[in-house]
Each structure stands twice: as structure tokens, then as C-alpha cells.
């Protein structure tokens, strides 16, 4: 079976500083998507940002980036800048993987919180 | 991006009673819609998935009878929460994917918070 593990499940951070958010997931097929989503108080998920398994580059969306090491099966997430509207909830997030599932199997979350 | 929506957005009832929550896909077609729930502080817990014109696939753990889930279009789901208890409120998120691969993006609603007095 397909999991994610965010071992962080609350995060500080400075304003204007950088943070990583952890992730790591455990599969055997070599054909997975790594998603991202941040989910503020209102409860909405927004969608941050994707990797491919096979996609040869990190991931970049504006001040997101995202730090895949296959090797370690780690999809750990980097918020770059931090702005206080990014305090919220962050969930990683595989589909595919063993089995080729297409429903996504998400991580416990991390709680963020960026102070002055 | 895609546009999935949800209604209502909030909802208050008595015990006893029960409540209907719609999903639609505005600008796609999505013959497969997932249903999560999500307590305070948790992830999200898929509850079933929802197959147009065929029946919903519920995980285990769930009562089939009690969540009802109708998907009678390319374009609506809906999650009836039969004979609603307190320890049904919850908040009830619905995502619908733009295809079954992998790589293919999770468009999710606004959510819907039930409380049940």
C-alpha cells in the first residue's frame, strides 16, 4: 500500500524566511505523482505544486519549490519568503505508485505557522 | 484551473434529520469524484469514491447506508448524510480529478461543515 509520512506536525518560521516542510513516501512502482496542498483556516485545499516521478527537474511554482530525491523517497517541500498568509495546513500527497492507484493517499499534515 | 464546487457550505440541523451535500465539476467532466471527511487538526479520510452511473465505492469502515452517494451526471455528486448524530458533524470535502493518471491534478470543492445539534 501507498503512504505518506510528514513527520512535522507543527512548523515556525520567521517572515521573509525560508522553510522546509518534510515528506517522505514509500512505494515500489516507478510511475507515482507527488502533490502538494495548502490548506488555509477557510478549510479550502489549494493546489501548490507537482513532481513526476520521471520528471528529471524539481519542481518550481513561484516561492515553492520542491527538493525530490528519489533515491530517499523524500518530496520535501520549500517555501521560499515567507509571507504570514502562508500560516496554514500543508498535506504531500502520491497518487499512482504501487498498485497504480489514481486516488491520492495523503500525509497527516503539517501545521505552519509564519510570525513577524 | 478547473472549477469544482460545492453546496452548502455550511449547514446546522437537528439530530435525527438528514443532509444532502452536491459536488459539481463546472468546466470538466469528471466520471469519478471523491468524497473525504476531516476532523479538526487531521488529514483528510476518504470516505467512498464515486463512480458515474455505477455505485460508489466505499472504504472500509464506512457505512454504505448511512453516507449515500448518488453520481447522476458527468458533472454532480451527492453525499446525503442519512439520520444525521453529533458524531457525524464533521467537515466534507469532495475532489474530482481531471483524468486517472498519475500525473493528473485533484481539483478539490470549498468544502462543506456540518454540525448536528
Known amino acids: 500500500a501507498q503512504k505518506i509520512t510528514q513527520t512535522q506536525p507543527g512548523m515556525f518560521v520567521q517572515e521573509k524566511e525560508a522553510v522546509t516542510l518534510d515528506c517522505t513516501y514509500d512505494?515500489?512502482?516507478?510511475?507515482?505523482?507527488l502533490f502538494w496542498y495548502k490548506q488555509p483556516s477557510s478549510g479550502e485545499m489549494i493546489f501548490l505544486i507537482y513532481?513526476?516521478?520521471?520528471?528529471?527537474q524539481n519542481a518550481t511554482e513561484g516561492r515553492y519549490s520542491l527538493n525530490f530525491q528519489k533515491a530517499r523517497k523524500s518530496a520535501n517541500l520549500v517555501i521560499s519568503a515567507s509571507q504570514l498568509g502562508d500560516s496554514a495546513m500543508y498535506f504531500c500527497?502520491?497518487?499512482?505508485?504501487?498498485?497504480?492507484?489514481?486516488?491520492?493517499?495523503f500525509g497527516r499534515g503539517t501545521s505552519l505557522i509564519v510570525h513577524p | 484551473g478547473a472549477v469544482v464546487s460545492q453546496h452548502p457550505s455550511w449547514v446546522i440541523c437537528k439530530s435525527g434529520t438528514s443532509v444532502k451535500i452536491e459536488c459539481r465539476s463546472l468546466?470538466?467532466?469528471?466520471?469519478?469524484m471523491f468524497w473525504y471527511r476531516q476532523f479538526p487538526k487531521q488529514s483528510l479520510m476518504l470516505m467512498a469514491t464515486?463512480?458515474?452511473?455505477?455505485?460508489?465505492?466505499?472504504e472500509q469502515g464506512v457505512e454504505k447506508d448511512k453516507f449515500l452517494i448518488n453520481h447522476a451526471s458527468l458533472t454532480l455528486s451527492t453525499l446525503t448524510v442519512t439520520s444525521a448524530h453529533p458524531e457525524d458533524s464533521s467537515f466534507y470535502i469532495c475532489?474530482?480529478?481531471?483524468?486517472?493518471?498519475?500525473?493528473?491534478?485533484?481539483?478539490f470543492g470549498p468544502g462543506t461543515r456540518l454540525t448536528v445539534l
Open positions: 475532489s474530482a480529478p481531471n483524468g486517472l493518471e498519475a500525473y493528473n491534478e485533484q481539483f
Open positions: 512505494t515500489s512502482d516507478p510511475s507515482y505523482g
Open positions: 513532481q513526476g516521478s520521471y520528471d528529471q
Open positions: 500527497a502520491m497518487k499512482g505508485g504501487t498498485g497504480g492507484s489514481y486516488i491520492p493517499t
Open positions: 468546466d470538466f467532466q469528471a466520471t469519478t
Open positions: 464515486s463512480n458515474e452511473g455505477s455505485k460508489a465505492t466505499y
